[in-house]
């Protein structure tokens, strides 16, 4: 199965990003993060995770006669390029598992008890930009240069987990201003 097939499933991707930027979990841990999904299917697809080598079993410890495996990304496996070589079948797959991904996480954070939007400061916003080639390139490097030093945090004290879903792409059928 090819790293797009394995990883474009709902499940799975949200397993990758239950384990992105995150100590290595246990299933039951990843329960926890993902509540709106069985056990025994977390299993299981960590299991189809496991044997693509996208995860792997940092350690493991017995309790009470069963051994816990805690699992950990392989960092460079568990991505997703959506630039890269796809097709526009591909794309639309990739970008609706992304979509349905988001709504199951956002749902799942509406759910949690005590959950307060605003006090989070929850925002999602799409903005119409025009910029030229130039300026998306800056617009890019400046949003990498504002998120990739935060990818290496881990969990503290302090410190909450959020998702950040930047999206960028031409809209259809663009207007062009009179010169």
Known sequence: MENLDLIAH???????????????????????????????????????????????????????????RRFALRAERGLLDAAGALSAHDHRRVFATAVAIL????????????????NDQV??????????????????????????PRLGHTSGPGRSRYLLSPILFPAAEAETLPE
């Not at 709504?103 to 605003?118: H, I, M, N, R, T």
Request: net charge negative.
């Open 10 to 68: 709902p499940v799975r991707l949200r397993i990758v990003h239950a384990l992105t930027g995150s100590a290595p979990l246990t299933v039951a841990d990843l329960a926890a993060r993902i509540p709106d999904v069985s056990t025994a299917t977390l299993y299981r697809q960590v299991g189809v995770l496991e044997e693509a080598a996208i995860v792997f079993v940092d350690s493991e410890r017995k309790i009470r006669g069963a051994v816990e």
């Open 103 to 118: 709504l199951a996480e956002f749902d799942a954070y509406l759910a949690q008890v005590g959950s307060d939007p605003a």
């Open 123 to 148: 925002g999602y916003r799409q903005h119409a930009l025009w910029l030229d080639p130039a300026e998306r390139e800056a617009l890019i490097e400046d949003l990498r240069e504002a998120i990739v």
